[in-house]
């Protein structure tokens, strides 16, 4: 069978996710690794022959991709993985702070005191991974703390339209963070939650807005991982 090879490197059940599903998410877990590097042109051939597959599910997951932002598909020369430029982060940063406090503030009403203990648990937990420098687990923990409020909208289109660009994000820093910047952003999360205790959804906001998702505050930081991602 074409997807035994796949099956075993993966070891994902195939009732699980379908096979572009799984080409997929290998591809992208090969871009954070670092085995696919910006700028490269990924060969066809080869990852099929490696994963034991067709090229025609592995053409799927690449449309996929492309939609996404990650690749570029040349026609007749093949599929080249994106950079990430600082522009596109100023794009990426100033749509998820749209879109978040947006969200805040439209489904403030739906924000339950479980909910803010749940934000602050999640904010103590990613204090935890900085110290404990798990990058990987903090960035899932961001994620999670996030999704508390944005997972409340009615709108799911948003979500799906934030996810990969949180995930580009996420590629641009690798596996390398500076902590400063990361305390920083846990900070910024203890006065979101602070405001909602009070009840004040428009300074919640605000912070998400204004602060969290500033490219201009955040741009030294920026720049310095930008600068470090350059060197490795």
């Known amino acids: 069978m074409e997807n ?24 992208r877990n090969e871009m954070t690794a670092g085995s696919l590097t910006s700028g490269s042109t990924i060969n066809l051939t080869k990852i099929a022959e490696q994963l034991g597959i067709s090229k025609t599910p592995l053409r799927d997951a690449l449309i996929h991709l492309e939609i996404e932002g990650f690749v570029t598909i040349l026609p007749r020369r093949g599929v080249m993985v994106n950079a990430l430029k600082l522009k596109d982060v100023k794009d990426a940063y100033e749509a998820i702070g749209i879109i978040e406090s947006s969200i805040l503030l439209d489904c403030f009403d739906q924000i339950t005191p479980s909910h803010i203990s749940r934000l602050a648990e999640l ?24 999704n ?85």
Not at 129 to 139: A, G, H, K, R, V
Request: glycine fraction near 2%; charge should be positive; hydrophobic fraction near 35%.
């Open 123 to 146: 904010n103590q937990r990613m204090i935890k991974d900085i110290q404990n420098n798990d990058f990987s687990q903090l960035f899932q923990t961001n994620l999670a703390f996030h």
């Open 148 to 232: 508390v409020f944005n997972a409340l909208s009615s709108n799911p289109l948003l979500n799906k339209f934030m996810f990969p660009i949180k995930h580009r994000l996420y590629d641009f820093q690798g596996q390398s963070y500076i902590s400063d910047w990361e305390l920083k952003n846990c900070e910024e999360h203890s006065q979101v939650i602070s405001f909602l205790k009070q009840g004040n959804s428009r300074e919640a906001a605000k912070i998400l807005k204004d602060f969290h998702w500033s490219y201009s505050i955040n741009e030294a930081f920026i720049k310095q991982f930008y600068a470090m991602t350059e060197q490795n």
């Open 4 to 27: 035994k090879g796949l099956y075993k490197k993966m070891k994902t059940p195939l009732n699980v996710l379908s096979l572009r599903e799984q080409v997929y998410e290998y591809l």
